[in-house]
Nanobody, 116 residues
């Protein structure tokens, strides 16, 4: 069973920064891709950013230029650096991993609140 443990959420003022971390319980080479999704209250879960095993990345249009996804294979950890945060970024952020056999795994979620 794969475990994904997120950390780094919290309360931040507009324009501020946060870095989310997601530690996987096994080698990241087990996964074809890893990513971050978010779900705001009353809305559907949406993709924020993803990174493949080869290092290719893609981002939601709403976060391009502000968020950066990266990975540390030695630590089995994927990061989401979030800069210039806006109130509309407020959501629960979930780490996601997809195996080569297309099994999908989720973390428990971490709350990000952007408010003055």
């Amino acid at each position: 069973q794969v475990q994904l443990v997120e950390s780094g959420g919290g309360l931040v003022q507009p324009g501020g920064s946060l870095r989310l971390s997601c530690a996987a319980s096994r080698s990241m080479f087990s996964f074809a891709s890893m990513g971050w999704y978010r779900q705001a209250q009353g809305k559907q879960r949406e993709l924020v950013a993803a990174i493949t095993s080869g290092g290719s990345t893609n981002y939601a249009d709403s976060v391009k230029g502000r968020f950066t996804i990266s990975r540390d294979n030695a630590k089995n950890t994927v990061y989401l650096q979030m800069n210039n945060l806006k109130p509309e970024d407020t959501a629960v952020y979930y780490c996601n991993a997809r195996s080569w056999s297309q099994s999908t795994y989720w973390g428990q979620g971490t709350q990000v609140t952007v408010s003055s």
